[in-house]
């Protein structure tokens, strides 16, 4: 296999002249937007919010209530949602969703990501998280059934070569009629952990820090993340 490019992200260098501290590290928020709006897997329940209390006399705050899936938005699955009696969310270990990962484009893999899709980024110190780009803009207003999923033998693959998180910038790892969710059962016996839903339109192909933990719901089949890259020093 040819050597790879660098795919470590650099940081802008310092204005010429006199010395600068030094910048905050730049961040990507590779979260969609959350709304009631937002497209989610057909027969799921959609986002909605309603005012339990609001300002006004006699009341010194507003507080909301939340309907909502855990699969809208940019979120994590837990064994839960695919394993009978797998781990709901709050005992899955956070240490996947935390560190080094790569992002890898593959905007003309088809219906599924293919190993030859992503060889071109993979090489010698691959980080344990992969993160892949299908679209050329995410349709973070309509819901895509034609959405783009990794296939199995390229899940197998990436469990390998160590990696211990994969994430596609679509709603599922398999594709959207799929009953059987083959890359699904793959996660689930080699004890991956997975991030669907990610935005990585304006994310240069290259390595980072992920950071993109679920909150602790202790039942929960999955749960909604906000997920940032951050470049590396």
């Known amino acids: ?11 802008a260098p310092d204005a010429p ?6 910048a905050a590290p730049r961040l990507w928020d590779i979260s969609p937007p959350v709304h009631a709006t937002t497209p989610v897997f057909p027969g799921d329940t959609p986002y909605s919010q309603v005012w339990a209390a609001e300002i006004g006399p006699g009341c010194p705050v507003n507080v909301s209530a939340v309907t909502m899936s855990p699969h809208v938005g940019a979120h994590a699955d837990a064994p839960l ?5 797998g781990e709901a969310m709050g005992a899955v270990p956070l240490a996947p969703f935390l560190g080094r990962c790569r992002v890898i484009h593959a905007l ?13 980024a993979i090489g010698a110190g691959l980080p344990p998280r992969v993160l892949v780009r299908t679209y050329a803009r995410m349709p973070v207003d309509r819901w895509d059934g034609a959405l783009a999923a990794y296939a199995p033998a390229t ?15 679509t709603a599922s790892i398999d594709p959207a009629d ?13 004890d991956l952990r997975v991030l669907e839903n990610l935005v990585l339109d ?16 202790m039942t929960a089949d999955a749960s909604p993340v906000r997920a940032v890259l951050r470049a590396l020093a």
């Open 1 to 11: 296999m040819p050597t790879p490019p660098d795919f470590a992200h650099n940081a």
């Open 17 to 22: 002249g006199a010395p600068a501290a030094p």
């Open 81 to 85: 949602h695919y394993a009978p009696g």
């Open 108 to 120: 003309d893999c088809g219906p599924l990501i293919e190993w030859h899709h992503i060889a071109h």
């Open 155 to 169: 899940v197998e693959r990436l469990a390998d070569a160590g990696v211990q998180l994969i994430g596609i910038d």
């Open 178 to 190: 799929s009953k059987t969710l083959d890359s699904h059962q793959v996660i689930r016996r080699r």
């Open 202 to 217: 304006d994310v240069p192909e290259g390595d980072y820090e992920l950071i993109a933990l679920p909150l602790k719901w």
